[in-house]
């Protein structure tokens, strides 16, 4: 049985995730070396790098699993009800009580509940628990393509409620542009591709985290470059993961909940803990230099993202852990 520290491992607790950290330090250390002017074109590298993330992903989508998963129709309602519905319409009620009108990272937790799912921790942790690994993968798969529509969606009423303008016949175009049609190629492409993106699975996911690294590392310098971090002490940063933890442990209650009352049986209950429960920090951030092109705010609004994907992985670990031991006890 594979220990706690080895499970995170194959979770996303590994070196990615401390690169993330200090990348972010990095922003800190020296901001100018990742704002506009920069001696390194960040824009254009990420732009490109981008389309490349995504082209990739439609190449790796198999048609023959995405048409085996439409049969459990029921699991795939409340999973991608959970990811789309329920978590951005339980943080929309929160900041109608109590939220801040114009503050950042309310809109950076909203932010967070309406994106999609994970896909490769999400598959990983389904299948360390013992739950439907074709479910997994159906319904991640399914998560990312929808999150193209359904966030930008949310984001508009969201924004338009807070006050902002906000235009959603751009951001639709920059995202069919820049993420839809790359996937719809790549899909296309699969016979031909599939087999040389699985021989290279390593070097196609590095450049993914690379993509991911210099997205966060100018996000970040830009903020820390304007001073929007001016002023935020370490309490308050810990309040926000202490909400955030809090928030991960509700969505996983509620679900675990709601599949005890439709009667599911354990394989898919636990697809619908971790599937439903995740957040993808890679299309968070993929996303964010559309919907939100000004690079200063960028950076504070991921800051929820960051700290909700670093907890998911460690809380969903100890999780995916505890259900993959009871499993082997029965």
């Not at 439609?58 to 519905?85: D, Y």
């Amino acid at each position: 049985m594979p220990g706690i520290k080895h499970t995170l491992a194959r979770a996303g607790i590994n070196g990615f995730f401390f690169l993330l950290i200090f990348s972010i330090l990095l922003a800190w250390a020296f901001p100018e070396w990742g704002m506009e002017g920069s001696f390194i074109p960040f824009d254009e590298v990420t732009y490109y790098g981008v389309a490349v993330i995504f082209f990739f992903y439609g190449v790796k989508l198999s048609p023959q699993s995405l048409k085996a998963g439409l049969s459990n129709w029921r699991l795939h309602l409340l999973i991608q009800s959970t990811t789309f519905v329920v978590f951005p319409v339980f943080i929309l009620l929160l900041y109608l009580f109590f939220g801040e009108e114009g503050s950042l990272w309310w809109l950076g937790v909203f932010y967070l509940a309406a994106l999609p799912s994970t896909v490769s921790s999400s598959v990983v942790m389904v299948s360390i628990a013992g739950g439907n690994m074709a479910a997994a993968i159906f319904n991640a798969s399914v998560s990312s393509i929808i999150g193209i529509f359904i966030t930008p969606l949310w984001m508009q009423l969201f924004l338009n409620a807070s006050g902002t303008s906000f235009d959603l016949t751009d951001t639709f175009m920059k995202l069919i542009i820049q993420v839809l049609l790359p996937v719809i190629l790549g899909f296309s492409l699969h016979r031909l591709l599939a087999a040389w993106a699985a021989k290279y699975n390593r070097t196609l996911k590095n450049f993914d985290q690379l993509i991911i690294l210099l997205i966060v590392f100018t996000a970040f310098s830009e903020s820390f470059g304007q001073k929007m971090f001016a002023g935020q002490s370490m309490g308050e940063l810990l309040l926000l993961s202490l909400a955030m933890l809090l928030l991960f442990f509700l969505m996983v209650g509620l679900m675990y909940w709601l599949c005890r009352v439709l009667g599911f049986v354990r394989e898919d209950s636990i697809t619908v803990l971790f599937c439903g429960s995740k957040k993808s920090l890679v299309q968070g951030a993929v996303m964010g230099k559309v919907l939100f092109p000004d690079p200063v705010m960028l950076g504070v609004i991921l800051l929820p993202l960051m700290i909700y994907h670093a907890l998911q992985l460690m809380a969903g670990s100890a999780i995916a852990q505890r259900l993959g031991t009871a499993r082997e006890d029965m």
